[in-house]
């Protein structure tokens, strides 16, 4: 072969090859989040349930605040919110507990009760649900874990990132048809309880000194937790199932969650089983929609998430969110996770506690190296010992 | 004396005159072949404006004494490319004149049978056509030539992005175009999620979108017809065809079965490299994707008078992506796609004269396709399958009375039968099978339509068609309250009783002004029922959305369009001008409730809103045909909106207020430039423009547990970045260098979206994961687009011809 020839023969395969390289290239990227916001939007969000402290209303209200270009949605404090029972005609009056509104302690519903909300706010707006029935609760009957590499695709990473399903094995009554929803939430137990930033932890927060300490520029410390604590995760996804094609079977291994491998600690998940009516799986499946299904090829149009809500002064106002009643049953499953090879998700600062050495900071607060921070109660975070967790 | 010389001159003057003004000068021809270089008997030589000529002698030579002008002269032959000459006759002259040979070598029963067929595609107003040589200039993504790409190079044609599993025309939705392959309708057109298009690609021979006056012998969707024609093998010796792609691989063969009686095309092509695509992205990994595709067809003729064409056509595609959404309530490890139409055709021509014909057309269409959902840790596989079965009549009688008048009319009768769906559980314990009730239903046809020329520079073609739908039992026929959310009563129709019916007249009217010999106004108006809808709740449908005929509750679309045009043709009518403007209504568009999911779904009408739509715009388009750089650029204004009428505040869409449909844009660029360089290389540059599509964005959000939920209140109320897209194509023909070479080859070089612009298929929202990024700034939640593709797409690819 001529040395022309060579060199044509060279470039046709290069071109093939970056055809290999760039062939199908789609890909996912960041963009601007794009709004077109409206304010005075009401949400409803609210479950009355069969499981004792699990009944709960929350309402919020969009704020535009066009001058700092801010959007909130803020709780709407001071309504009057009542539970009632439409078959016994029992009003069950919400308190207001920081920014939720909760039924006396020992309220639960029963199944086969019909129920409603009614809110009336303090300016005079009124809100109502469409009744609903507390359906009957099912038992999950096995739940297992089974660990995935490339569990999920996540597009922050642009990569494929490994974790546990949950699946969950359940008998579905046979002669009507179910809806079910499934929330759960997971324990860590947590060495570290605060960190500071450039600062020192004295007497609850993180304390600045002035003049500035020893330490390097952009220092921190981290200070161990006093008493046993955990991190609780929740659910990112919606999980629902309508036994449309699977009524009255045994289901078995029907995949309800992803934990994500954020750290290799042991980890205790909490799976709730909500049976739910027809419209609120109809609501749910909007929700998992809007959540779940709108970055593909196919994805639905965005729906409003108008639930069972409205105001009956108003018919043309768009009362988001939706009053479920729900009969729930928890499982949970306890996962090791310390022999697992992959890479976590999540990069964690090392330990880098206060050594006593030199000069104290914050030495007018406190005196001594300070090691140790409690373990405050919060959604994320609890010092209670989940009943499950083992010794 | 003088009163004599006087008449001396006179008659001198005048002697000298006319003897100048009939001179004659001999025109003298050599004829030869141009590759043999031996001389050709028997040309046919044609002289205008004398309208005189003969034939060449066994030397290939003619010659003529012709007075002094300028002359066109015509050489043809059979088997032989014409050659046209342009001379001026001042002197003796003698030509040597070469003719190219044709690919095809014809018989006179050939020619003849080609000639009637011919007259009878002939086209109408209001027509965009691409022929089989326009459409291989396009560049394509992949190395191929591809019908539904090249047709959105057109005016008024869109598609909903890269992966579109259709054509919009004029704003219209997908399933609002009738895709017609010889003669069979086309229920998927794409392989690979929109990718390519189903058409075989070396067998085409035409492609034609009526968008204006559709004729009276279609019907059926309310926006379009795109007929695409399959070659007639007019062959008579062997030819083959074929090329090797990285995507794909195609051959395709022509060739006489029973000399000047039967003769076959076929072609196929098949994709099965997706075994490369994990090497590209990790996102790929769990990709598959393979499909094929093949075409025959058969040409019969029996007798001078009759030609019998059979055509099949089998597509088949199965593919798994990550990036299409998993159907609900079945648990699968993946979801698969598995799809495959099979067409056939059998058209038979009869000749009684010159001047008409009956045409007998009998067609069947089969689509079918499954959703395969492998049970986790388990061999079983759930199916889910669909179907839709079409047989079609057609007769046509086509009669030219005179030159000024000619006419057709016919016949067509149509069966449907959907079976809308059905979960086969294979061996799986849980899983319930589930079937739907088929619906079969009968369309029958009557149409007419007169072409007229009352004046040299006015015409019209007014058509009507008449259509009588009927749809019958098995069927549950549910009535709903007020709302329309809740069923009051069902009544059950058994197999073979008629559950209800709908008729319409449907006029169409097309006038042609000539207002000069080169230039005219058009106007037409054509009205359209639709009884068939696919239905799907996203921007483009997925092979297995669910095929719907029209029944008491859901009510056929129908549309009435109005176009008025002006053209205008240059330089002898290599450059065409043409500005078009169109409006069109459409009632009983069909749009989903929010949150609509319809599969396996029996009653479907409750998902379903029909609204309003209304589509207008202006089309500018000029094409220059001729030349060594060709090509066309074209330029729309365009608006396309919907509106439904929905009395339930949460099944409103956009509040029943007017709203962009996706299939809106502003404003659309297309230009093609083909640059002929020489014999060897061909290089094409396309370039396409257009206001980014509707999408929709969020008017707040709310937490809900550990998860920002986005809120919806209106639809289509942003646009996506503006698209634009530069691709580029060169052939190189090197074989044609070689003499008689039978086997010819040629590479073909495309780069799709040349300067790699990023154009996002889609944008949607996710949850934040506590990481700081500067794009998202302090947005409460993430978003993404989705880009098909995001840098040049280079793709070789090798053809080759032997004939």
Known sequence: ?391 | MNRSYFYFFVILFSISFFTAQSQNFELSFKVVNEITNKPIEDVNIFIEPCSCGGISNSNGQFSINLPKGEYEISFTYIGFDENLQNIILNKNLSLDVQLNENEEKLSEVIIKAKKTNDNLESLQMGVLQLKSEDLVKIPSAVGEFDVLRGITLLAGVNNSGEMSNGLSVRGGTLDQNLLLYDYAPVFNPTHLFGLFSVFTPDVLSSVNLYRANIPARYGGRTTSVLDIKVKNPYVSKLKLKGGVGLVSSRFAIETPIIKDKLMLISGIRAGLTDFLLPFFSKRLENTKANFYDGTLKLLYLPTEKDQITFTGFYSKDFYQLDLITQIENINAENNQYDFKTLNGTTNWLHTFNNDTNLRTVLVSSSYTSKNIFPELESTNEVEFESKINYLSLISELSKKVSSSFNYYTGIQLNKYKINPGELIPGGSPTISPVLLTPEISYEFSVFTNVNWKPLDNLSFSVGLRYNYFLFQGPYTLNSYDEIGGNIISSEFFEKGKKVNSYSNLEPRLGVNLKLSKNSSIKASYSNVNQYLQNIYNSTTPLPTSRWKMVDPNIKPQSSNAYSLGVYKNFKDDKVEVSLEGYYRDTKNNLTYKPGADFFLEEALEQYVVQGKGKAYGVELSLKKTKGKVNGWFNYTWSKSLLRTENESLSNRINNNQWYNSDFDRTHVVNTTINIEGDKYNTFSFNFTGQTGRPFTVANGSFELEDITVPIFLERNNSRLPVYHRLDFSWNVHFSKSKEKKRWQNDWTFTVYNLYGRKNPFSQYYSQRDGRFNEVFSDSPLASYGLFVSNSPIVSLTYNFRFQ
């Open chain 1, 1 to 391: 072969m001529d040395e022309k020839k060579m060199r044509y023969r060279n470039i046709i395969l290069s071109t093939s090859y970056s055809l290999f390289i760039i062939f199908f290239t789609a890909c996912i990227e960041p963009v601007e989040p794009e709004f077109k916001l409206k304010e005075g939007l009401v949400t409803v969000e609210a479950i009355v349930s069969t499981t004792q402290g699990s009944s709960f209303v929350t309402l919020k209200e969009s704020i535009l605040e066009l001058n700092r270009g801010s959007y909130s949605n803020i709780f709407i404090n001071g309504a009057e919110v009542f539970f009632i029972n439409t078959n016994t005609s029992e009003i069950v009056k919400l308190i207001e507990d920081k920014d939720i509104y909760i039924p006396p302690n020992d309220f639960v519903a029963s199944v086969g009760d019909t129920w409603e909300l009614d809110v009336k706010l303090q300016d005079g707006r009124n809100y109502k649900s469409l009744p609903e029935i507390v359906p009957e609760s099912v038992a999950i009957t096995d739940i297992k874990a089974t660990y995935n590499p490339n569990i999920v695709f996540r597009e922050s990473l642009n990569d494929y990132v490994p974790g546990h399903s949950i699946s969950v094995g359940f008998n579905d009554p046979p002669d009507k048809r179910n809806y079910y929803y499934w929330n759960f939430r997971s324990f860590e137990s947590r060495t570290i309880c605060r960190t500071c930033s450039s600062s020192y932890y004295r007497e609850g927060i993180c304390c600045a000194e002035d003049p500035p300490p020893i330490d390097p520029p952009n220092f921190y410390r981290t200070y161990d937790c006093e008493t046993d604590c955990w991190r609780i995760r929740y659910n990112e996804n919606i999980n629902i199932l309508d036994d449309e094609f699977v009524n009255g079977s045994a289901i078995d291994q029907l995949p309800i969650a992803e934990i994500l491998l954020f750290n290799k600690k042991d980890i205790l998940v909490e799976v709730q089983q909500f049976s739910l009516s027809k419209s609120a799986y109809d609501y749910y499946k909007v929700l998992k929609d809007i959540i779940d299904n709108s970055g593909g090829f196919n994805a639905p149009p965005p729906a409003a998430l108008v639930g069972n809500m409205f105001n009956p002064d108003n018919g043309e106002e768009y009362v988001l969110g939706r009053f479920t009643a729900g009969a729930t049953f928890t499982a949970t499953i306890f996962i090791k996770r310390d022999n697992i090879t992959e890479s976590v998700i999540e990069s964690v600062l090392p330990p880098f506690p206060e050594t006593g050495s030199g000069p104290m900071p914050c030495r007018l607060i406190e005196e001594g190296p300070v090691l140790y921070a409690p373990c405050v109660e919060g959604r994320y975070v609890t010092g209670i010992r989940h009943e499950d967790w083992p010794n």
